[in-house]
């Protein structure tokens, strides 16, 4: 059974998922609605169940032993004319993705959407460039061999389900895996459009399948599916836990990249312009990005003159419609997640925490809200230790490197952490003591993709990236032969 596609503001999308090559509809289906105006339903989508993981990870199983016998250099193609087909779609997915989730269609355009292809072609190149570790030891030649795993289970949440899924997706693919991606149901249309390039690209049926539907029916379906062997995971820590209880029962290996709530470190010997001015970045797609830093930590002797540099930069911000160029807030994902965001700035309120500016939506219907400052109580503050995930900064000062880093330090995240500071040594010295996978100084974002990525604390379990990525979704073997052994 087959759903009519649909037009989604003139691009042609199917509601349905992609499970072994075909489209499959569900008996029910949910809302997909636009964050940019919330009467305008975008689709209504497939609800998996039980039943449509079943068939998805039966694909994935079927279709494993060809895929992975092919090898490293035969699967290359595939994924490289995906990523091609990618890059000919950007503009289509980025005003998809835009009118889903309302982020940035210019940075989507520019940027995220083609992260996509990279993720792809880079992860194409690695595997096939993968030299088998050898050395000598104890009598023996040891070799360390790559072997593909089993059918994965991705899952992702609704900011940038294009690139965050591509991003783990890839090197899945590449390592020889089958994937069942299920994209979160607050926005899950980019990632059928995926499966249209996938089926372009002529990849066997079964090899990279889309469930689409709710976590806890469809996606606990999956994770505990005994037939999966790998679970990759990005959302936040509370269904981290719950998805990492499936893959324990299990034994699947797992991976998790959670939520953060990253420190932005600007010390006195900063430059403040540019550090107020990135600072003020963190406002970009309504805050809705797991790596910013939104604990701003600032040196006492120039508190006063980035606060005023920083609210300059804050009011530049215009919140709109995210189509439009000019527009750089955008509207929160759904009423649920704005009342959540509200919540906190409320109840930081009622705490006795200082609403600097912001602190309220943009209007009684939209889901804008402003951007806001907070200077807290103390460091205990709710807003100070939980991610918000929203346009809500917090603002500290601290006396010397110590009192920085021990802030920098004092939440149970530890995904990301940014620093402001002209010194050589001390970029050094703080970016060794704070507790992140991924420290930016001078600057954010910047992404090599053969670096490792994850989070310490409850921001992460394992890492992708590189190498880290192609042995995660292998199973490791170690070849060790008796030195002396002949040939022939
Ligand atoms: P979420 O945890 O609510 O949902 C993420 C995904 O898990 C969705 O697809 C959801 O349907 C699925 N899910 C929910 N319950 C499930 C269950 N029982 N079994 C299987 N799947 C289930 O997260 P969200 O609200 O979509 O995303 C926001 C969170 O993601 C934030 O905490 C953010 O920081 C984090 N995030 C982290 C990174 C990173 O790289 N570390 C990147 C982006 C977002």
Redesign the pocket.
Known sequence: MTSPRIDVDGVDVSPDHFINGLRVASLNTFEDRSPLDWSWKLADVARGTALEADLAVTAALEAFPAWAALGVDARRPYLERLADLIDENIERIAHVECLDMAMLEESLRLRVISRGARNFRAYAELASQYQARRWSSNGTDNVVLRHPSGPTVV??????PFM?ST?KCAPALAAGNTVVL?????SPLSCSMLMDLVEEADFPPGVFNVVQ????E???A??SDPRVRRIS????????R??GE?AAKNLVPFT?????KGPFMVFADADLEAAAAKAAVMFDDAG????AGTRLLVEDSVFDDFLVRLRAESERHVLGDSRESGTTVSALIHPE?FARVKGFVDRARRHGDQILWGGEGLNDVGLWYRPTVIEPVNNDSEVVQR?I?GPVLTLQRFRDEDEAVALANSTDYG?SAIIYTSSQERAQRVGARVRAGTVWVNCFLVRDLTAP???IGI??VGREGGDYALDFYSDLTTLQIKEGTTHG
């Open positions: 899952i992702t949440p609704w900011n940038a965050l991003w299920k994209p979160a149901e607050w539907g709710y976590g806890e469809v996606g606990a999956l994770v995971f990005t959302g936040s820590p509370e269904t981290g719950v998805i499936a998790a990249e959670l939520g953060g809705q990005v797991c790596l997640h991610e995930f995904l990525f994850g989070g921001s992460g």
